[in-house]
């Protein structure tokens, strides 16, 4: 019913930067939090950066002044423009949404298939 498409993963060099892209489609009636989650090889997934439906933002500390989330809700995506890379940003990226359907009274969270960001030189 929904879909969550990741785009924007790339190779990229120590200190470059990447901005990713999620569009959420299908039967949608309304979407609250979006967010970026991060999964490393051998770790748990963990939260990047989330952006609520009025524009609060919040991030993890190791992200905060590099990464910056955003969202154009009139396109139901969200963005996150990642700066000043490190080699401990490399990990599989997934965008998360709470979205309620056009079906449903209730939001249920959706994730995308995910998008591989490395960072090496």
């Known amino acids: 019913q929904v879909q969550l498409v990741e785009s924007g993963g790339d190779l990229v060099q120590p200190g470059g930067s990447l901005r990713l892209s999620c569009a959420a489609s299908?039967?949608?009636?309304?979407?609250?939090?979006m967010g970026w989650y991060r999964q490393a090889p051998g770790k748990q997934r963990e939260l990047v950066a989330s952006v609520t439906s009025a524009g609060t933002t919040r991030y993890a500390d190791s992200v905060k002044g590099r990464f910056t989330i955003s969202r154009d809700n009139a396109r139901n995506t969200v963005y996150l423009q990642a700066n000043s890379l490190k080699p401990e940003d490399t990990a599989i990226y997934y965008c998360?949404?709470?979205?309620?359907?056009?079906?449903?009274?209730?939001?249920?969270?959706?994730w995308g298939q995910g998008t591989q960001v490395t960072v090496s030189s």
């Open positions: 299908g039967s949608i009636d309304r979407i609250n939090a």
């Open positions: 998360n949404a709470g979205v309620r359907t056009t079906s449903s009274w209730a939001f249920n969270d959706y």
